[in-house]
């Protein structure tokens, strides 16, 4: 089966720090642009960030601009997701996902293929 696997979730206090990563299972994700998405409770899939296939272009929705850094390392077939200074709307169960269409500020999940089954990440005091 062709899909990512997460890892690196868990509990952190506000202003905390966590580094997610994914790697591919079953497929080359060199080609493709990577994003990751999160999904709180009770809401929808909502992108974070994009990086591309590249690693040249990278975009992040504004709520984490600033805050969350993306990378990625074709070698290993992984991305990373680096966020800092967490706050408690962070909270939700993060995705990685694959797309041949350009990078976006706001990445549609339509637009993505590959999933993983997430990571959960929560933020509270």
């Known amino acids: 089966q062709s899909q990512f696997v997460e890892s690196g979730g868990g509990s952190v206090q506000p202003g905390g720090s966590l580094r997610l990563s994914c790697v591919a299972s079953?497929?080359?994700?060199?080609?493709?642009?990577i994003a990751w998405f999160r999904q709180a409770p009770g809401k929808g899939r909502e992108g974070v960030s994009c990086i591309s296939a590249s690693g040249g272009v990278r975009t992040y929705t504004n709520s984490v601009k600033g805050r969350f850094s993306i990378s990625r390392d074709n070698a290993k077939n992984t991305a990373t997701l680096q966020m800092d200074s967490l706050k408690a709307e962070d909270t939700g169960v993060y995705y990685c996902?694959?797309?041949?269409?350009?990078?976006?500020?706001?990445?549609?999940?339509?637009?993505?293929?590959?999933w993983g089954r997430g990571t959960q990440v929560t933020v509270s005091s």
């Open positions: 079953g497929f080359s994700p060199d080609y493709y642009g």
């Open positions: 996902a694959a797309t041949y269409l350009y990078c976006n500020e706001s990445p549609d999940p339509a637009d993505y293929d590959h």
